[in-house]
Every structure is written in structure tokens, then in C-alpha cells.
């Protein structure tokens, strides 16, 4: 079965942190670009991190920049994202995505773009 799966999630106090990682299966991660996203409650979906399949370049968030940090592990066929110094604005349902077509990492996190895959998401609430 093909499909991407997000885990990590949870309660968090501010200032603490987490690691999310999507686990794939049915394909291989090392020929696509990948990115997290999230959508904060009553709010629309917005690009968190994205990492190419080439040479690993990374793009962030200005939100996210200096807090988050994304990698992936082909051999494992997993990417991860580290969240650390949360806020509550970070609380959001955070998705994986994996998309095949060659592209910039900006150009990943965009949203509103056609993934090939997407996770159903985990939930990271950040709340004293």
C-alpha cells in the first residue's frame, strides 16, 4: 500500500520541543523532494519546511526559521522534522508530503501545489 504516515505529535509547553516523522511506504523517498506543512485551527494550509531529493537543500518558513529543523533518511525511507522553542501559534495539524516532479524547495512548499502524496496528519498542540 502506498502511502505516507505521519507520527510525533502531541502536547507540548512552550519553549519545549518535538520531533514528527513520516514514514513512507509503497515507493522510495530518495526520488522526491518532501516538505511538512500545517494548518493551524480555522486557519488554511501553509508550507513549514521542504528538502530536495538532489542535494538536500532545505527551505523554511520565516516563522519556522532558527526553530525547525528538517532532514530526511533515504535508507530508512523517513524524513523528520525537529521542533524546538515552540510557541502556540506552531499548534497546527502537520502533514508530510512527497511530490515526484523535479523542483525548487520553495516551489515545494507551496500549498497550493499538486503533491503526489500527502499523510493524513498528526496533531502538535503547544499550550501551557
Known amino acids: 500500500q502506498v502511502q505516507l504516515v505521519e507520527s510525533g505529535g502531541g502536547l507540548v509547553q512552550p519553549g519545549g520541543s518535538l520531533r514528527l516523522s513520516c514514514t513512507a511506504s509503497?515507493?522510495?523517498?530518495?526520488?522526491?523532494?518532501l516538505g511538512w506543512f500545517r494548518q493551524p485551527p480555522g486557519k488554511v494550509r501553509e508550507g513549514v519546511s521542504c528538502?530536495?531529493?538532489?542535494?538536500?537543500?532545505?527551505y523554511y518558513a520565516d516563522s519556522v526559521k532558527g526553530r525547525f529543523t528538517i532532514s530526511r533518511d533515504n535508507a530508512k525511507n523517513m524524513m523528520y522534522l525537529e521542533m524546538n522553542n515552540l510557541k502556540p501559534e506552531d499548534t497546527a495539524v502537520y502533514y508530510c508530503?512527497?511530490?515526484?516532479?523535479?523542483?525548487?524547495?520553495?516551489?515545494?512548499?507551496?500549498?497550493?501545489?499538486?503533491?503526489?502524496?500527502w499523510g493524513k496528519g498528526t496533531l502538535v498542540t503547544v499550550s501551557s
Open positions: 528538502i530536495s531529493s538532489g542535494d538536500g537543500s532545505t
Open positions: 508530503a512527497a511530490e515526484g516532479l523535479a523542483l525548487t524547495v520553495q516551489a515545494m512548499c507551496d500549498p497550493k501545489r499538486h503533491m503526489d502524496y
Open positions: 509503497g515507493f522510495a523517498l530518495v526520488y522526491y523532494e
